[in-house]
């Protein structure tokens, strides 16, 4: 038999198994309350203006263009809508600056093509979200920790690139409701950010899949808005912004966005082309016909939802997490981020936790690049009830409390 181990590229080595991946299996098990799965829920999806959308579409003259190849850059009607979002968000684009993928995972993968090669550094925050460490993984680079909290020089990450045989390439951040923490950058940050980049005359990859879940709270500009008005027009900026309907609209349809300068949209093209040619034309009609019907009434529902089940997260987990257990408190996205006590290892309780209190969540070192983190984990309010909220919590509370109370 063929040696396959033997022949792989040096890249298949940091190919890894995702652990939410793993997780989301444990959805089928009707005994588990899970609050692993990073996933919107299904009940608020708008199934019936996706039903008329396609049928509408196959119904039409437009039947044949749906089912038929169709242009790299993506759906025209489609493009020009997000062409106006980006322009209401201060944003200069136009159809030219915009580049659809098959979800903003597609876009994360290639852009690590783009921009990575073996041994660059990417720099990303600790802990950052796992879909883009297994999509830049794949092209063999560096990590350094991105802190805006610290005041690390723009040089700093220069020398530590350059005494590693690499130089710095792109910060990837989420600006708006980060997964895994829920957390935000700060109008200081987002300007540190951008300074830190010109220093250093690198891209930024801003990752915005969660930025239409906000729940309360001030709406911060885009990380891109701000480049564009600092640098004048958005053919001069270094950000490339990702956007998603995913966590809005669907996620089984695999639409997303990049918005961008041309000279990057253009290499975008030519790395689809070589990969999928283009992204399902009759999803993307369909996206945007449900967009353009009612894009903002599907956001108010959804964040009205979002916000009662986050609310109950955070009033559950202040009611049963014993002294010594901390967590963010997001002004939106998906998630919380507990912090527990240093001599807890998330993983490991993962597994107890799964047997003895049927509670699922995500251990925090996989969202690091170092693989550190171990006494964080990461909580989804998304999909479940108030009432399996505040069950879960209380199961999980009794749990870690059990853990402290045998080291004590």
Same mark, same amino acid.
């Given at each position: 038999?063929?040696?396959?181990?033997?022949?792989?590229?040096?890249?298949?080595?940091?190919?890894?198994?995702?652990?939410?991946?793993?997780?989301?299996?444990?959805?089928?098990?009707?005994?588990?309350?899970?609050?692993?799965?990073?996933?919107?829920?299904?009940?608020?999806?708008?199934?019936?203006?996706?039903?008329?959308?396609?049928?509408?579409?196959?119904?039409?003259?437009?039947?044949?263009?749906?089912?038929?190849?169709?242009?790299?850059?993506?759906?025209?009607?489609?493009?020009?809508?997000?062409?106006?979002?980006?322009?209401?968000?201060?944003?200069?684009?136009?159809?030219?600056?915009?580049?659809?993928?098959?979800?903003?995972?597609?876009?994360?993968?290639?852009?690590?093509?783009?921009?990575?090669?073996?041994?660059?550094?990417?720099?990303?925050?600790?802990?950052?979200?796992?879909?883009?460490?297994?999509?830049?993984?794949?092209?063999?680079?560096?990590?350094?920790?991105?802190?805006?909290?610290?005041?690390?020089?723009?040089?700093?990450?220069?020398? +530590? *690139?350059?005494?590693?045989?690499? %130089?710095?390439?792109? &910060?990837?951040?989420? /600006? !708006?409701?980060?997964? $895994? =923490?829920?957390?935000?950058?700060?109008?200081?940050?987002?300007?540190?950010?951008?300074?830190?980049?010109?220093?250093?005359?690198?891209?930024?990859?801003?990752?915005?899949?969660?930025?239409?879940?906000?729940?309360?709270?001030?709406?911060?500009?885009?990380?891109?808005?701000?480049?564009?008005?600092?640098?004048?027009?958005?053919?001069?900026?270094?950000?490339?912004?990702?956007?998603?309907?995913?966590?809005?609209?669907?996620?089984?349809?695999?639409?997303?966005?990049?918005? +961008? *300068?041309?000279?990057?949209?253009? %290499?975008?093209?030519? &790395?689809?082309?070589? /990969? !999928?040619?283009?992204? $399902? =034309?009759?999803?993307?009609?369909?996206?945007?016909?449900?967009?353009?019907?009612?894009?903002?009434?599907?956001?108010?529902?959804?964040?009205?939802?979002?916000?009662?089940?986050?609310?109950?997260?955070?009033?559950?987990?202040?009611?049963?997490?014993?002294?010594?257990?901390?967590?963010?408190?997001?002004?939106?996205?998906?998630?919380?981020?507990?912090?527990?006590?240093?001599?807890?290892?998330?993983?490991?309780?993962?597994?107890?936790?799964?047997?003895?209190?049927?509670? +699922?969540?995500?251990?925090?070192?996989?969202?690091?690049?170092?693989?550190?983190?171990?006494?964080?984990?990461?909580?989804?309010?998304?999909?479940?009830?108030?009432?399996?909220?505040?069950?879960?919590?209380?199961?999980?509370?009794?749990?870690?409390?059990?853990?402290?109370?045998?080291?004590?």
């Amino acid at each position: 038999m063929l040696d396959w181990e033997a022949i792989y590229a040096t890249r298949a080595k940091r190919m890894g198994a995702s652990e939410i991946r793993e997780l989301l299996k444990l959805l089928d098990q009707p005994d588990i309350i899970s609050f692993a799965g990073g996933i919107p829920d299904p009940a608020l999806f708008p199934a019936a203006a996706f039903q008329k959308a396609y049928s509408d579409i196959l119904g039409s003259s437009e039947a044949g263009q749906a089912l038929q190849y169709s242009v790299s850059e993506g759906y025209g009607r489609l493009r020009e809508w997000i062409v106006q979002r980006m322009n209401a968000r201060g944003i200069d684009a136009d159809i030219g600056n915009i580049f659809i993928t098959s979800g903003s995972q597609q876009a994360l993968d290639y852009l690590g093509k783009l921009l990575l090669s073996p041994g660059d550094t990417a720099l990303v925050q600790w802990p950052t979200y796992l879909g883009a460490l297994q999509a830049f993984n794949a092209y063999e680079p560096r990590y350094d920790r991105l802190d805006l909290s610290r005041n690390a020089a723009p040089q700093d990450y220069a020398t +530590a *690139a350059k005494d590693a045989g690499s %130089r710095v390439k792109f &910060a990837y951040l989420s /600006a !708006d409701f980060s997964n $895994p =923490t829920g957390e935000c950058l700060t109008p200081m940050e987002r300007e540190k950010l951008l300074d830190m980049a010109d220093a250093l005359d690198i891209a930024v990859i801003e990752d915005a899949a969660y930025r239409a879940l906000r729940y309360e709270g001030e709406r911060q500009q885009t990380l891109l808005a701000i480049d564009c008005a600092r640098s004048g027009g958005i053919e001069k900026t270094r950000t490339l912004y990702c956007g998603s309907f995913s966590k809005t609209l669907s996620p089984g349809l695999r639409v997303g966005w990049v918005c +961008a *300068a041309t000279p990057v949209i253009r %290499r975008l093209v030519l &790395a689809k082309q070589a /990969a !999928d040619l283009h992204s $399902p =034309t009759i999803n993307q009609m369909a996206i945007a016909r449900v967009a353009e019907a009612g894009f903002d009434a599907q956001a108010e529902k959804i964040t009205a939802v979002y916000r009662e089940r986050r609310d109950a997260m955070l009033n559950a987990l202040s009611a049963h997490m014993p002294q010594g257990v901390s967590w963010t408190k997001p002004e939106g996205g998906m998630f919380v981020w507990l912090t527990l006590p240093e001599h807890i290892d998330s993983a490991a309780l993962l597994k107890e936790s799964l047997k003895e209190a049927k509670v +699922a969540f995500v251990p925090g070192n996989a969202f690091y690049a170092d693989g550190s983190g171990k006494n964080h984990l990461r909580l989804s309010f998304s999909c479940s009830t108030p009432g399996a909220i505040e069950e879960g919590m209380r199961r999980l509370g009794a749990l870690i409390g059990s853990e402290l109370a045998a080291a004590a």
